[in-house]
C-alpha cells in the first residue's frame, strides 16, 4: 500500500530506494532505466517487493549508508530502549495498579489516581523537553545522546584498536562483555530520562486499566469461594483475583506497544538518541524516501512479532487459550 | 428507573433517553453531573472552545501594536482595528466566522535570533525570530480545533461509509474490509502519517489527509458491528416488509439508530487528534515557520534547552508556556473522556 502512494513521487524520487551507494547518484538516470521506473506501477510494486525480499531497502542519505545496514545498527539501540521502558510501565502500571485496587479509596489509591491522570495527560514531546529543561538546561544532571562525549572518544578509540569487539550490537552487553563498566554505567545514565518520557503515559494507563480490572475480579463469585475455603488474604489476591486481572491488562498492552512505537520516534528525536525512531523522523523530514520506507517496512514486522508475543503471554495467563 | 419522568423512554442500553428534554434528568445525566473530574473535564473543554472561537478578541491588544497582514485582509484601515472587539460591526462576527488565513501568521515582534522573555507587550515571551508565543498560542488553539474537527469529521463519514457497506453487504466483502482495516489499526498511527506526509510533502492539509487515513478504521469498525446487530432486529424486517430496499434500509433505518454513540465516540477523538498533529508538528512535518500551531511552538524549545552561561533556565518560557497549554488541553480531553464512556458504559 505504501509502496503504491510512491506513485505520486517522479521517477527520480523514486530511484533512491533502489541505490545501494552514493557513487551510483551520479548516474540516476540509468537505475531509473535499470529498475524500470517509468514502468506502469505493478510491474515496480512487483520489482520492489522482490528487491525488498532480498534484502536490498536502497540507501539511506540520511545515515549515509544503506537502509538495511542502518537498521541493523539503530534497531539494537531502539530496543534497548524500548525494553528498559517495559520495567517502569510493568513495575509501576501493574505493582501500583494492584496496590490501588487492594487498598481502595485509602492514601495508595487516591495517590496513584492522581498519578495517573498526570502521568495519562503528559504527551511524550511535552514530557521530554520538560525533563531536558529541567535535567539537562538546569540540574545538568542528564545529557541527551547515549554516552558523554569522553566516553565516546573512548569507546571510538577502543574499537579502533580492535580492543573493543561488538559481540551482540547491544552497547549494553558488548560494554560488559568488553569489561568496560565506566560505558556501560554512562549508557545507563543516558538511558534514564528517555525511559521516563517513554514510559510515562503507557504506565499510568496500564495502572489504570490494572485498578480497574483487579477491582472488578475481586468482587467476583470465584474470590468469594477462594477466601470462604480459608486462603490466606495474599493467595486469593495473588493467585485468583490478580491471575485473572492480568488478561485485560494484557489486551490492552497489545494497543500500547503500537503507542510505544509512536512515543520511540519523539522520545529518540528529543534526546537525540541514534536509534530506529530518530533517524526514521530525519529521514522524513529531509526526504530520505528509502529510508522512511524502509524504517516502516521493518516497524510492521517489529509490530507484528509484537503482536506475537503478547498472544503467547495471553496462553501463559489464560489456562483457557490454547494455540494448537 | 423513575418511569413517571415524561419523555424518558427505555434504549437498548437503558440509560440514555431518546428526548432531548429527558436528557438532562436523566441518571446518566446526574452521574455526569455529579462527577467532579467530569465537570473539570467539561470546563476545560468549553474554555478551550472559547478561547478558538474569540481567538480575534483575545489578540486585540497584540493585532494593534504589531500592525500585520491579518488586520488588513479583514478590510480594516489605520486606527480602525478597535472594531475587531466591538460586536455591533461586521469584522467582528467576520473576525470570528471566517477569519482570513493571514490570521494564523504569528506577528514578528522582533528578528531576534534568541529567545525574548516576557514583558509588557509580550505577555508569554517570544520564541527566536520573535514569534509572540501568546499569539501563537492562542490562534493555535483555533488551528487546532480546525485540524481536530475536519480529520474526525472526515474520518467519521469515511469510516461510516466502509463500515455500512462492510456490515450491509457482508460476505467476502465484509471480510476483506475488515481484514484491511485490521491492518491499518496494528501499525502505530504516527508511522503511517509520518509516510504518508513525506511522500506527499510538509503542509498542514497534508498532516490532516495523513492523520484521516489512519482515523477512519476505528469508527468503520465500530459502526459494522452496531450495523450486524440491528440488521437482525425485528424492525429491519418490517421496514423490508414494506417494500424498502438495500440502501434505503441502512440510510432510513439503521444509521440513524447507530450513529448517536459514533458520534460522541468520534468527537471525544478530537483530542486525540489534535495531539498527533502536535507531535508531526514537533518533528517539523507540519505547518510552515510562523504558522499558528502549538506543536511548532514547542518545537521551538528544542533549541533552547539550555540558557546562556550562568542562566541555564533563561528561557524556560519557550518550553514552559506551550507545554502547559497542550497538557491542560489533553487533561481536559481525558477527564472528559472519561466520564462520558463512563456514562455510556452499560455496565458500570
Known amino acids: ?324 | 428507573m423513575d418511569t413517571s419522568t415524561e419523555g424518558i423512554e427505555q434504549t437498548a442500553d437503558g440509560l440514555l433517553p431518546n428526548s432531548p428534554r429527558g436528557f438532562w434528568r436523566s441518571k446518566a445525566f446526574k452521574r455526569f453531573r455529579r462527577n467532579p473530574l467530569a465537570i473539570t473535564g467539561t470546563v476545560l473543554v468549553i474554555f478551550y472552545v472559547l478561547v478558538a472561537i474569540f481567538a480575534p478578541q483575545l489578540t486585540y491588544f497584540q493585532l494593534k501594536t504589531i500592525r500585520n497582514t491579518c488586520v488588513r485582509d479583514l478590510g480594516l484601515g489605520i486606527g480602525e482595528t478597535h472594531k475587531i472587539v466591538e460586536p455591533w460591526t461586521p469584522v467582528f462576527w467576520r473576525s470570528i466566522v471566517a477569519p482570513p488565513s493571514t490570521c494564523f501568521t504569528i506577528p514578528r515582534a522582533s528578528y531576534s535570533a534568541v529567545p525574548t522573555p516576557p514583558s509588557g507587550k509580550l505577555w508569554l515571551g517570544a520564541t527566536s525570530g520573535g514569534y509572540d508565543l501568546y499569539y501563537g498560542l492562542v490562534w493555535g488553539t483555533r488551528s487546532a480545533f480546525y485540524v481536530g474537527i475536519l480529520v474526525v469529521g472526515f474520518g467519521v463519514l469515511f469510516g461510516a461509509l466502509v463500515g455500512a457497506i462492510a456490515g450491509y453487504v457482508g460476505g467476502w466483502v465484509d471480510n476483506a474490509v475488515m481484514r484491511f482495516v485490521d491492518v491499518v489499526l496494528s501499525m502505530p498511527s504516527l508511522v503511517i502519517a509520518i509516510v504518508i506526509v513525506t511522500i506527499l510533502g510538509q503542509s498542514l492539509t497534508h498532516v490532516m489527509i495523513a492523520i484521516a487515513a489512519v482515523q477512519w478504521a476505528p469508527y468503520s469498525r465500530i459502526l459494522r458491528g452496531d450495523i450486524m446487530s440491528i440488521k437482525e432486529r425485528d424492525f429491519i424486517d418490517g421496514a423490508r416488509a414494506l417494500g424498502a430496499r438495500g440502501p434505503r434500509v441502512v440510510l432510513r433505518h439503521i444509521l440513524p439508530n447507530s450513529l448517536g454513540p459514533l458520534l460522541v465516540i468520534a468527537s471525544l477523538d478530537i483530542g486525540a487528534v489534535v495531539l498527533i498533529a502536535a507531535a508531526l508538528s514537533f518533528l517539523g512535518l507540519g505547518a510552515p515557520v510562523g504558522y499558528a500551531d502549538w506543536g511548532q511552538m514547542i518545537s521551538f524549545a528544542r533549541d533552547w534547552i539550555k540558557g546562556p552561561p550562568g542562566q541555564p533556565l533563561a528561557y524556560w518560557f519557550v518550553s514552559a508556556w506551550p507545554g502547559l497549554v497542550i497538557v491542560v488541553f489533553v487533561l481536559g480531553w481525558n477527564l472528559l473522556g472519561d466520564a462520558v464512556r463512563d456514562v455510556l458504559d452499560v455496565r458500570s
Open chain 1, 1 to 324: 500500500m505504501i509502496v503504491l502512494l510512491m506513485q505520486l513521487l517522479s521517477p527520480a524520487e523514486r530511484a533512491a530506494t533502489f541505490i545501494t551507494s552514493p557513487a551510483q547518484l551520479q548516474n540516476i538516470n540509468v537505475i531509473i532505466e535499470k529498475y524500470g521506473l517509468d514502468k506502469p506501477w505493478y510491474s515496480q510494486y512487483w520489482r520492489w517487493i522482490d528487491a525488498a525480499f532480498h534484502g536490498n531497502l536502497g540507501y539511506s542519505t540520511v545515515a549515509r549508508t544503506t537502509v538495511v545496514n542502518a537498521i541493523a545498527t539503530r534497531f539494537p539501540r531502539t530496543m534497548t530502549l524500548a525494553l528498559a521502558a517495559l520495567f517502569p510501565i510493568v513495575g509501576v502500571g501493574i505493582w501500583l495498579g494492584t496496590a490501588a485496587a487492594l487498598n481502595r479509596d485509602k492514601v495508595v489509591d487516591q495517590f496513584t489516581r492522581v498519578l495517573a491522570i498526570v502521568g495519562w495527560s503528559l504527551p511524550t514531546f511535552v514530557l521530554g523537553i520538560w525533563l531536558l529543561v529541567i535535567f539537562y538546561g538546569g540540574l545538568n544532571w542528564f545529557q541527551p545522546g547515549i554516552l558523554t562525549t569522553g566516553d565516546s572518544i573512548r569507546l571510538s578509540n577502543l574499537t579502533a584498536n580492535g580492543a573493543f569487539h561488538d559481540y551482540t550490537g547491544f552497547l549494553i552487553l558488548d560494554s560488559l562483555f568488553n569489561g568496560q563498566f565506566g560505558i556501560f554505567l554512562d549508557f545507563v545514565w543516558h538511558l534514564v530520562l528517555p525511559v521516563i518520557t517513554l514510559s510515562a503515559v503507557t504506565s499510568a494507563q496500564i495502572m489504570r486499566v490494572m485498578r480497574s480490572s483487579l477491582l472488578d475480579a475481586l468482587g467476583q463469585d470465584y474470590v468469594r469461594t477462594a477466601r470462604s475455603k480459608g486462603l490466606s488474604e495474599r493467595a486469593v489476591n495473588t493467585k485468583h483475583a490478580r491471575r485473572n486481572a492480568l488478561i485485560p491488562v494484557l489486551t490492552v498492552s497489545g494497543f500500547t506497544i503500537i503507542l510505544l512505537f509512536n512515543g520511540v520516534v519523539i522520545t529518540e528525536t528529543i534526546f537525540s538518541y541514534p536509534g530506529m525512531g530518530q533517524w526514521f523522523a530525519a529521514a522524513a523530514t529531509q526526504l530520505d524516501y528509502a529510508s522512511v520506507l524502509g524504517g516502516a517496512v521493518f516497524t510492521a514486522m517489529v509490530v507484528v512479532l509484537a503482536n506475537l508475543v503478547v498472544d503467547v503471554l495471553y496462553a501463559l495467563v489464560d489456562p483457557r487459550i490454547r494455540y494448537d
